[in-house]
């Protein structure tokens, strides 16, 4: 047992502080921190930095262009980059699509696509969800029917996400209707500009426009963009799935948003004092930098045992379900931390409003985002999946 | 012991229940959210020849209701329905503080519909505290900031506290007057509310107090553990609804056990949070209504909180888009906590007021 980083990673963590403090332009870490939306620029601009650095596509490997790190270093930098209030990095091409053509896309669809996702010349989303098929996602039925050298697709997605600002997507389609649900699906790629996409907004709770619906009438895709082999989708998707498992648990995101926490009430008063001195809600803060910290540990504990080469089962699921709560509780601090200042709607879709709401905390909409962080528990697999699948594995005999 | 309502109080929930249901649709609640004043001139008019802002006043002052009970039934039809007019702020806290002054052409006004107030009491850095008022009244002119104040811009005129000498007053403040800014704003939840700051505004004594304030805060209370109550009922009802009819995995989600014993939990504690309110609405004018109303806004709080959550994780991702119904009442039971003082500043009160 040792808990402390090596040199090595400790001379990593100062390379990544160094370059976050040079490199990250000042307007869009201000924008992170107070929860304001980023453009598309914003995001590419962003891209363009880390790939220029050749820190973009963080785990791919170095034959693909990518950076090759270790689990730990992905998590040096995940907790850095939270600290330093630099956005996420679009996971959909990086940690999604990309993973899945390496492992079971042609070398052509490699050699065409990759260096697109690193320069951004593409943007992607991702085609799983449909309006009946949520966690049971193998119940979609979105058609994709062979003709000729394309496919003809039909249906509909939904929850995609950033599918506003996407040239192409990645989805599941049902290319065998007679097929037991999960053998007849398929992994295609398709251009957003063909005639019969239409992407519709779906506006969220807090009044963010981040989700889309994405729908297809007789859209034509050449079959050449048919990942691996026809109805083996799903195991292509479960691949994706199980592939980007570190950061699930959404540490850094949780350990900048406890420090927003303390400096809000710090700043609010109670009765005469700082909120932070009343005991009340004082333990409410202790309380979850608690499982936080313990959290924490568990996620380095899962991300060591990746980095010796184990795949995380279990353990995924379980930072999933405990990460969103943690999340989740902070984001009840912080609204409950700005008292009555929750109320307004600072959303960037009422014009000016922000500049009406004096802000006493410079907080940002505290409220909003925890409306909007509910979905935490909800994407990626509910929290009752995860759950399903925790018990199923440890309990029905099926597991080690 | 009698929990039934009283025949006229029936029919007052009856006849709102109704009118609510056919006028206040999702679609019509969307248009108002969307809308630049944030509230329906005419859903106004019509509560008032309903009845419904008479019902929040005495025989006395001009109304037929006025006690606990008829509040609470009011409230929670609004809830229900999720309502984003504002009565409690206009009609209710505005009103009675009135009444409480005698000005009772100006409430006989505020029952018919044609009058609309705003009640400026909290400050930037006051968050739930009742005797924090540093706006400062020198010879009836007023100088200070008041926070979040609700339905500021529509109101004809304000009411706002603040400190002559060492005594907090409330004055009457007309929307026109010298050095009185309001920068409205809309609301997560529905609504508009406001800054407003006061330079050497002229105001009139209404003759009022902060016990004077305090009395209608506690009416204020009922009607807002009532309005939670109301949209709780919404939220669970909606839930039972998409748990029965939702399918995935072939069978309707309501089947799965994890689920089922969730919405169990929520309909037995629904009861507490009504049995709460009941005992809100029942004690308010007691001489231990304080420590009645806290138990129950402490218990709204942790119950909604619960409630509003749960629903939208049975729900799924429906439940997080805007214009689906459970979303904007979801934001109504959250944001209820913020009004009045929150769970955890109820439950300091209620620690102080059983310790003495």
Known sequence: ?400 | MNFNLTEERQMLQDTLRRYLREQYGTARRNEILGSDTGFSPDIWAELAELGVLGALFTEDMGGFGGAGFDIAVVFEELGRAGVVEPVLDSALMGGRLLAAAGKTDLVEQVIGGALHLAVAHAEPDSRYDLDHVNTTATDNTLTGRKAVVMNAEAAEHLIISAKDGDRIALYLVDKGAAGLDIQGYPLLAGGRAAEVTLENTPGTPLGLTLGDYEATWRLALVAQCAEALGAMETATAQTQDYLMTRKQFGRPIGTFQALAHRMSDLLIELEQARSAVINAAGHVTDTDADLHLSASKNLIGRIGRLVAEEAIQMHGGIAMTQEYELAHIAKRIIMADHRFGDTDYHLERFIALSAA
């Open chain 1, 1 to 400: 047992m040792d808990l402390s980083y090596s040199p090595e990673e400790q001379a990593f963590q100062a390379e990544v502080r160094q370059f976050l403090a040079d490199e990250l332009p000042g307007d869009i870490a201000d924008k992170v921190r107070l929860d304001t939306d980023l453009t598309k620029d914003d995001m590419e601009r962003w891209h363009a930095i880390l790939n220029n650095r050749g820190w973009l596509a963080q785990n791919w490997p170095a034959e693909f262009g990518g950076a090759e790190w270790s689990a730990v270093q992905r998590h040096i930098y995940d907790t850095e980059a939270a600290d330093a209030n630099a956005p996420r990095i679009v996971p959909f091409g990086l940690s999604m699509l990309g993973p899945v053509l390496q492992k079971f896309g042609s070398k052509e669809q490699q050699d065409h696509w990759l260096p697109r996702i690193l320069d951004g010349t593409d943007w992607w989303c991702q085609g799983y969800s449909e309006p009946g098929a949520g966690s049971d996602l193998a119940s979609l039925k979105t058609k994709a029917v062979r003709d000729g050298d394309h496919y003809i697709v039909n249906g509909q997605k939904t929850w995609t996400t950033l599918g506003q600002f996407a040239n192409m997507i990645f989805c599941l389609v049902r290319t065998d209707a007679d097929a037991k649900q999960q053998e007849g699906i398929s992994f295609l790629l398709i251009d957003m500009d063909t005639p019969g996409v239409e992407v519709r907004p779906i506006i969220l709770l807090d009044g963010c426009h981040e989700v889309n619906e994405v729908w297809f009438t007789d859209v034509r895709v050449p079959v050449a963009n048919l990942v691996g082999e026809e109805n083996k989708g799903w195991t292509y998707a479960k691949y994706l799935l199980t592939h980007e498992r570190t950061g699930l648990g959404g540490v850094g995101f949780s350990q900048a948003g406890l420090k927003t926490v303390k400096r809000i009430a710090k700043t609010a008063n109670h009765n005469g004092k700082p909120l932070i001195e009343n005991p009340h809600f004082a333990a409410r803060v202790a309380q979850v930098e608690i499982d936080l910290r313990a959290m924490a540990t568990t996620n380095l504990r899962i991300i060591s045992q990746a980095a010796a080469g184990e795949a995380p089962g279990l353990e995924a699921s379980m930072l999933k379900v405990k990460g969103s709560i943690i999340r989740q509780e902070i984001n009840d601090l912080a609204r409950r931390a700005v008292g009555p200042y929750a109320m307004p709607f600072a959303s960037e879709a009422v014009e000016g409003a922000n500049d009406r709401i004096p802000d006493p905390f410079d907080a940002g909409p505290v409220a909003g985002q925890y409306f909007n962080n509910r979905k935490l528990s909800i994407f990626g697999g509910s929290n009752e999946i995860q759950r399903g699948i925790i018990a199923k594995v440890t309990m029905s005999g099926g597991g080690k």
